[in-house]
Structures are given as C-alpha cells and as structure tokens.
C-alpha cells in the first residue's frame, strides 16, 4: 500500500513538474513577442516549414476525409432521412469536427514529432547551451518562432482542408452516391452557419499552440543522448494527441452549451 501511495505521489509530483515546466516556458515565449519583428525571417522560415511543407499530407487526408464522410452519411439517411440534408450534414461535420482535428492529429506527427526530434538533437549535442554561452537567447531564438508558425499556419491549413474536404465529398455524392451537385450544395447552403467555420479555425490556432509547445517542451527537455530524442518525440505525439482531444472536448463545451 505505501509503494502504490509513494508511485501516485511520484506521478503526481512528475505531472506538476511538467505543467509547470510548460507555464514557464511559454512565459518566457511571450516576454519574447515584443522582438518579435526582429526575428521574422526566422518565423517566415518555421511558416514554410509547418504550412507548405505540410500542405501534401493534409490535402491527401481532407479529400479521403470527405469521401469516407459522404458515404457514410449516405449509408445512414438512406430510408431516414431525405438526401437534400446530405450536403449541410457533411459540410457541418467537416468545418466543426473533421478539419480541424484530422489536421491537427496529422500536424502532430509531423510537425510535433519534428520540432522534439530536431530541438532534442540540438539539446543532447550542446548546441542549445552554445546559445546560452554566446548570449543568444534559444527561447527567442528556437522556441518563440515555432509556436508562432503552428499558432497562424493551423488554421491556414484547416481552411485548405475544409475547402478539399467538401469537394472530395460533392464528387463521391455526384459520381457514387446518385446525388446532383445541386442537391448537395443546397443542403450545405441550407445549414451553413459562419460560427461553425469561426469555431473550427478558433480550435485549429488552439491545437497549433499545442502542437508547437508540447513539441519544443519535449525537445527542450531532452536527455540522455539518442535514446532520449527518441522518447521526447514519442512523448510530445502522444501528450499533443491526447490534449488535442480533451481540448476539443472543452471547447466545444463552451461554444455551443454556452
């Protein structure tokens, strides 16, 4: 009973450490922004890399995204529910739910994992203390960068991915489904409301802020030579995922019960 107590209190201590860990560095990330126009060029360059670079992927999974969506909404109206709804159905779970999470479990992978791997790589070969020796701030000069291009490029890539989403699903309801594009467009017409595609980018700047945070927390962080870098990436993956979740959760809480 004692060891169970004292591993609890481990845990406990352990989670406390880390939240608190992540408060302090994005203290020090926002007494950053007011240098933030002389580092430009090194958010620019962090905005290629999170949104350009990234615009393949989520493009190949919003348009598998939509099609999957259209057929199963089709399977469950067909006899229910009249087919004129099918558009503003899909369109609604698209904006709300589809793009933005689908795209920030994608960034997660790719861009989380990334910023933990390259920052835990630069921590465990003393580069980052380099930094600190020359006087160049590696928060301003690492960290600030990086959230600020997840926090604007999140919800850039949403809108493409609701944008392909939506068309991936009109052609699988035309060529598939037996649906004219008419039909289709009337119904996400019909339904379309502005507060769901604003909910959807507010969710996307919020999973971009976690995303780049836990990832650069993580890669900060690390120790213990290659091993280490190995556990940080896996480490900001699963910690980003599961926040991305809960945070989904909460905020669709506030903005539609509130």
């Known amino acids: 009973m004692r060891g169970f107590v004292r591993h609890i209190g481990r845990?406990?201590?352990?989670?406390?450490?880390?939240?608190?860990?992540?408060?302090?560095?994005?203290?020090?990330?926002?007494?950053t922004l007011p240098r933030l126009v002389r580092s430009w060029h090194l958010v620019v360059a962090q905005m290629l890399s999170v949104g350009v670079q990234s615009l393949p992927l989520?493009?190949?999974?919003?348009?598998?995204?939509?099609?999957?969506?259209?057929?199963?909404?089709?399977?469950?109206?067909?006899g229910y529910v009249p087919m004129r709804y099918i558009g503003g159905a899909i369109g609604k779970t698209i904006l709300l739910e589809l793009g933005p999470v689908l795209t920030a479990l994608v960034l997660t992978g790719r861009v989380g994992a990334s910023m933990a791997a390259e920052l835990g790589t630069m921590r465990v070969t003393e580069q980052?203390?380099?930094?600190?020796?020359?006087?160049?701030?590696?928060?301003?000069?690492?960290?600030?960068?990086?959230?600020?291009a997840g926090f604007v490029m999140l919800p850039v890539l949403v809108l493409f991915a609701n944008f392909v989403a939506i068309v991936g699903a009109l052609v699988v309801a035309v060529v598939f489904g037996g649906i004219s594009s008419e039909i289709f467009l009337n119904g996400f017409k019909l339904l379309f409301k502005t507060i769901d595609l604003n909910a959807g980018l507010l969710k996307a700047m919020v999973f971009g802020l976690i995303i780049t945070t836990i990832g650069c927390y993580q890669g900060f962080n690390t120790k213990g030579g290659a091993e280490g870098v190995g556990r940080a990436t896996t480490s900001a993956v699963v910690v980003s995922s599961a926040l991305i979740l809960i945070a989904n959760y909460l905020m669709a809480t506030i903005l539609f019960r509130i």
Do not use: C, K
């Not at 845990?11 to 007494?31: A, E, K, T």
């Not at 190949?60 to 109206?77: D, I, M």
């Open 11 to 31: 845990r406990w201590v352990n989670f406390v450490h880390y939240v608190g860990g992540v408060v302090i560095m994005l203290g020090r990330v926002l007494s």
């Open 58 to 78: 989520v493009l190949l999974v919003s348009v598998f995204t939509g099609a999957v969506a259209t057929w199963q909404a089709v399977y469950q109206f067909e």
């Open 128 to 148: 980052i203390d380099a930094l600190d020796v020359m006087g160049i701030d590696p928060v301003r000069y690492l960290v600030m960068p990086r959230i600020a």
